[in-house]
């Protein structure tokens, strides 16, 4: 559904790849020595970002994503019992809302792209979608839109969701965030081992071959799902390789941020960060008036509305301990729904008429990364 590159950021070489997760590795450690909620994650993308955008040659091997991501979709999988096909039925308010909310955020982004940052049609139209980076990006360039302005701003908007959403469980909720997931008290042993493992060897190229959204993450987290529901295991992934994990993706949402300047892309990320803004305070309203009417907590219904990436979010869940099935398939809808509905609108409703004459300036093209 969505091309990938072997790398994020700047042109591969592993000293250039070691450098990176060194760097990731110690704005984690800093992190959670001073007890920053999802420390691990947080502090790698925030030192990567900044270290991107003051030109350091930052890099992330997409394969090494790609396993990272798969293990997280196997400890995603784990919270999977055979309560939740019980619990299924009774979350069709949910799903309503959340496809209200993302029909409305999307709305309310495009006039706030057209009005105030002053994005052709085509280019806010497609950086308005709260998902599908790759998918948006690809669409959108097809149409005659920015490609580099809608990439650089759907990662400055997962930037933004991320880095606000574990801040806010802290110290508006008061919640106590751990630095990452604990461990579920079951020991691995061979056999969990064997079928863990298997879920991501088998899992991953099954989703790249039915062409499933985020399917490095997707098709691990179905066959350990299936497992646990099954019974055949109850283990999970350590939390080090989580927390090693957590590594990984803070430092490739960062790389993405390689090559730029902010004296470039400045107002891009400006209004990136805007929009990601508003629809974080959109989702926090929402989950905070509508999660009696969900059947949610309000919680829950946050994490399952909020518009950053399907492993972020779901990894998130997880830290806290909130209904991590419901909001990992939440957001698999999410990425459905966008991936699917939106360029049908756009073809259905404007097609290439809507291409403008205002285009915003163009900055260099950001490497993209599916799974949002």
């Known amino acids: 559904m969505s091309s990938t590159t072997p790398q994020i950021g700047s042109t591969f070489s592993w000293p250039r790849l070691c450098g990176t997760l060194a760097l990731a590795g110690g704005g ?34 997409q394969p090494l994503r790609r396993v ?23 979350w069709w308010p949910a799903v309503i809302t959340m496809l209200l909310f ?18 052709d049609p085509t280019t806010a139209y497609f950086s308005s979608a709260p998902g599908g980076l790759s998918e948006m990006a690809l669409v959108g360039e097809s149409y005659g839109g920015n490609v580099a302005a809608i ?20 110290y508006v909720q ?40 985020a399917g490095a993450l997707v098709g691990p987290m179905i066959l350990s799902a299936a497992l ?16 090693i994990a957590q590594i990984v993706m803070g430092a490739g949402i960062g790389c993405r941020f390689s090559g730029l300047s902010l004296s470039r892309v400045g107002t891009i990320i400006l209004a990136g960060a805007g929009s990601g803004l508003l629809l974080v305070t959109g989702a926090a309203l929402t989950a905070i008036y509508f999660a009696t009417a969900a059947g949610q907590t309000s919680e ?47 073809r259905l409703f404007a097609g290439q008429s809507l291409t403008g004459e205002d285009a915003i300036p163009s900055p260099e093209k950001p490497n993209e990364s599916p799974g949002d």
């Open 28 to 61: 984690g450690a800093v992190f959670a020595w001073l007890g920053v909620p999802l420390a691990w994650m947080l502090g790698a993308m925030l030192s990567v970002t900044v270290a991107s955008l003051a030109g350091a040659p930052t890099v992330m091997a």
């Open 300 to 346: 829950a219904l946050l994490l399952a509305l909020a518009p950053g990436g399907l492993a972020e979010m779901s990894l998130i869940a997880l830290v806290i301990g909130s209904q991590t099935a419901f909001i990992s398939l939440m957001h698999m809808l999410r990425i459905v729904f966008v991936v699917l509905i939106v360029p049908s609108l756009f």
């Open 174 to 213: 008061g919640w106590d965030v751990p630095p990452s997931p604990i461990d579920n008290g079951v020991a691995l042993q061979w056999l969990d081992i064997v079928l863990l493992t298997g879920c991501a060897v088998v899992g991953v190229p099954l989703a790249d071959k039915l062409k499933l959204p």
């Open 68 to 90: 990272m991501i798969a293990i997280l979709g196997i400890m995603l999988g784990s919270a999977f019992t055979p309560e939740i096909l019980s619990d299924a039925q009774k």
């Open 102 to 119: 993302v029909s409305i955020g999307t709305a309310a982004c495009y006039v706030y792209f057209r009005k105030i940052a002053k994005f």
């Open 151 to 170: 990439s650089l701003v759907h990662t400055t908007r997962i930037l933004i969701v991320v880095g606000t959403i574990p801040v806010y469980f802290r």
């Open 228 to 243: 646990h529901i099954a019974g055949l295991t109850h283990a999970a992934p350590p939390a080090l390789i989580v927390a």
